[in-house]
């Protein structure tokens, strides 16, 4: 038997980074989390936690009914 393993398509999140910050090192400079544990969760080797999801949320002028399309997308592959 074939295990899914989900993991998350975060490219409509990488769209909004680039559109307000124009990179994701500008856009750590204005939030808590570091431009490492930014990139370990958006390469899906971290999870984002409801902090986290709060707070780029306000950085990036995402409404609370937006936040499936930005965080929870998934993409199945087969393992």
């Known amino acids: 038997m074939v295990e899914a ?3 998350y398509d975060y ?3 990488l769209g909004r980074i680039k559109e307000k910050y ?3 090192e500008n856009l750590v400079k204005e939030i808590t989390i570091s431009s490492t544990s930014l ?3 958006l390469n899906n080797k971290l999870r984002f936690d ?3 999801i709060k707070e780029l949320c306000r950085a ?3 409404e609370e009914e ?3 399309d ?3 997308k998934e993409k199945v592959r087969k393992s």
Do not use: A, C, M, V
Request: glycine share 4%.
């Open 5 to 7: 393993i989900i993991t």
């Open 11 to 13: 490219s409509k999140l």
């Open 22 to 24: 124009g990179t994701r």
């Open 39 to 41: 990139n370990l969760r």
């Open 50 to 52: 409801q902090q986290d």
């Open 60 to 62: 990036l002028d995402i």
């Open 66 to 68: 937006e936040i499936p």
């Open 70 to 72: 930005y965080f929870f």
